[in-house]
């Protein structure tokens, strides 16, 4: 679990889950709509109220204050294993239920994400140590589950071009890692950076100064795109599709990735708030989307989330992220989304939500996010 709420696939379904995987995928794929499921493993990122020692490629602690992660515990080669079969039973039981695609996730220091990183994957057997040992896990992900669903079933993969961390995954190792993915058919790669101590995914600076910064181009400036500058150099070394999300509000700057050879542009926190908000692009009544994430700052300054304080930051950088978790249980509970809502209320609200579920599923009150 990533934190509570989460959908998980464990083994095969039970009747009443199957049911409602079916169901979901029913409304998903309606008029000939693409629906993949995102698979992810969650790794040392893992709340501690969820688990406080979660599983990890080592022991080695998020570098972040506030104490809401646990101890990770380095995976044995068998529990490494163990995770690989569970990534491809859970394609295997999307494909069953009706989703026409799945998304391997090996971005954002999620696990496989983890075991790209040096700094997070200190191993030294066959799953650490060489930029091959530590892409093993995904490309066995990705190997075997193209063997278990068969050739007409789409695999992608979420990829970070980079960690941007000194001593992290560079951008030349992104770039190996997507011709490894290329070799074994993956049929679309999303683009993306970043992980919870460098969360550029999210258009936020990490808490490392000396960590390499993307390169920032007038042109790239502005197209808004994170990491445009990584899909122009991968375009020219691999002819898979390739999605770009991150920072996109303005269809001219959407148009302009397009014209540099992405394939598909990704939209997600702008949905939030609207779910039709993409609908305006393509008929042409709206030119842009609202970039709610220049508007989450609680307070600017020393209070902001570019305070000298590493706590403040972080703070401040997850209540950005829960303001999107909150106004998705809005939606989920046939409520408006709310934009004015404060991230620190959002947070706050979040994590009381949480708290419960957590206490539900060890045998209190029941509790619902919808």
């Known amino acids: 679990l990533e934190r509570p709420g989460n959908v998980v696939l464990s083994g095969s379904p039970s009747p009443e889950v199957e049911t409602a995987l079916r169901a979901w995928t029913q409304a998903g794929t309606a008029h000939g709509t693409q629906l993949w499921a995102q698979i992810s493993h969650a790794g040392r990122q893992t709340q501690k109220l969820v688990n406080p020692n979660p599983k990890a490629p080592s022991a080695v602690k998020l570098g972040l204050p506030g104490g809401q992660f646990g101890e990770p515990q380095a995976m044995s080669i068998g529990e490494v294993e163990a995770v690989i079969q569970a990534y491809v039973q859970a394609a295997v039981t999307c494909q069953a239920v009706g989703f026409t695609g799945v998304q391997v996730h090996a971005a954002h220091g999620y696990l496989l994400s983890s075991f790209l990183n040096p700094l997070a994957n200190q191993r030294d057997d066959l ?197 999107y978790y909150s106004q998705f249980y809005r939606l989920g509970r046939g409520q408006a989304a709310d934009p004015h809502l404060s991230p620190l209320k959002a947070m706050g609200e979040v994590t009381g939500l949480s708290k419960r579920m957590i206490q539900a599923r060890r045998g209190g009150p029941p509790v619902s996010p919808v």
Do not use: C
């Not at 979420?158 to 070799?183: H, I, P």
């Not at 969360?199 to 042109?219: N, V």
């Not at 148009?255 to 992405?262: C, F």
């Not at 708030?273 to 609202?290: E, R």
């Open 127 to 323: 799953y650490g140590g060489s930029l091959e040992n530590r892409a093993r896990p995904l490309l066995e992900v990705v190997r075997q589950t193209r063997v278990a669903v068969g050739p007409h079933f789409a695999i992608g993969v979420k990829l970070n071009s980079s960690d941007f961390q000194k001593g992290g995954l560079t951008t030349e190792d992104s770039v190996q890692v997507a011709k490894w993915l290329q070799e074994l058919g993956v049929d679309l790669l999303e683009v993306s950076g970043g992980n919870y101590e460098a969360p550029e995914m999210m258009g936020m600076e990490g808490l490392d100064p000396t960590a390499p910064r993307p390169t920032k181009s007038a042109s790239t400036l502005a197209r808004e795109a994170y990491f445009i500058d990584f899909a122009r150099t991968l375009r020219r070394e691999v002819t898979m599709p390739l999605m770009l999300t991150g920072g996109l509000r303005t269809l001219a700057g959407m148009q302009a990735a397009l014209d540099e050879g992405v394939d598909v542009i990704g939209i997600a926190r702008p949905l939030t708030i609207d779910l039709k908000a993409a609908n305006a692009l393509l008929d042409g009544t709206q030119d842009h989307l609202p970039a709610w994430e220049q508007q989450l700052q609680e307070r600017p300054g020393f209070f902001g989330p570019k305070s000298p304080i590493k706590l403040i930051r972080t703070i401040q950088g997850f209540a950005g992220i829960y303001w």
